[in-house]
């Protein structure tokens, strides 16, 4: 059962207690709200501000555990403040760990930062959690995708159109790297696992994907430099620097290119254009 007394006060004060500045906002010198404003949450949760400012008022619909999640991750709450957020509107909280999607509150502050760079925060399956305006405008709209589709190592052997974004010299050395991944994922994780389910689907469906399994490949990792083709812009060159999350197994990914050369110009070029609609 829902507790909208409690959900109420514990909601008004995470969102007193989180500043502009922890989500790269600017504060500005007209502010005199503490905390966020709640337009600003709701902004950041995908939900009118009426919505969340009744459940501050302890009114309205009961809320879902889709909008209890997105609530959660937009006031930057860790995982224990999750789970009590859950409660007090009356659902069990989500599992913790490698099947957990929601982004702790140190790896979305510096994500919040970098709304000027292409970044994503992605599991160890590839599923892209969160991407900046920069990173949907560099890969696509990864938010498209559900199921088994979600994870680009997936989709890399399930639908070939994919590979589009990337330079043809590297294609054998990523889907070699993607199968040794999987393959990393299905031995910490188990036979019941997320990793063992996807990899049976594609054995299933992919003969390519066989014949890479069948290597027994393990240790691949991402080269230092990734190259893509966009559709608008041409060939790029990016560093891809990474932030691993341990406890929830997530990584933060973000693609810089070296100043003065031509894929910063594009990159810049493409922070003015947006988004192409890649299919990556």
Avoid: N
Avoid at 169 to 189: C, K, N, P, Q, W
């Amino acid at each position: 059962m829902i507790d909208r007394a409690g959900l109420a006060a514990f909601l008004r004060s995470r969102r007193e207690a989180l500043q502009p500045e922890d989500i790269g906002l600017p504060r500005g010198p007209r502010r005199r709200t503490s905390g966020l404003r709640r337009e600003e949450v709701a902004a950041r949760c995908t939900m009118s501000t009426d919505y969340y400012a009744r459940l501050e008022q302890e009114r309205g619909p009961h809320p879902s555990p889709q909008m209890i999640a997105a609530i959660a991750q937009g006031l930057h709450l860790s995982l224990d403040e999750r789970d009590h957020l859950f409660r007090l509107a009356g659902h069990p909280p989500p599992p913790r760990g490698v099947l957990s999607e929601h982004v702790s509150p140190g790896l979305a502050r510096i994500f919040d930062r970098l709304y000027d760079t292409p970044a994503e925060i992605v599991t160890e399956l590839g599923e892209t959690l969160r991407q900046t305006p920069l990173g949907v405008a560099l890969t696509g709209d990864a938010s498209r995708y559900t199921g088994p589709e979600r994870s680009l190592g997936y989709r890399w052997f399930a639908d070939p159109s994919s590979r589009a974004l990337y330079a043809p010299e590297d294609h054998d050395f990523l889907g070699r790297m993607f199968a040794s991944g999987l393959r990393e994922a299905l031995t910490r994780r188990g036979p019941r696992s997320r990793a063992a389910h996807y990899a049976d689907l594609l054995l299933a469906r992919s003969a390519e994907f066989r014949t890479v399994w069948d290597a027994q490949e393990i240790g691949l990792r991402p080269r230092e430099v990734k190259r893509y083709v966009h559709p608008s812009i041409g060939a790029l060159e990016l560093q891809c620097q990474t932030l691993l999350d341990p406890d929830q197994h997530h990584y933060l990914l973000v693609y810089t290119a070296t100043p003065g050369s031509e894929s910063y110009e594009k990159l810049q070029l493409l922070s003015v254009i947006g988004s192409a609609t890649p299919t990556g």
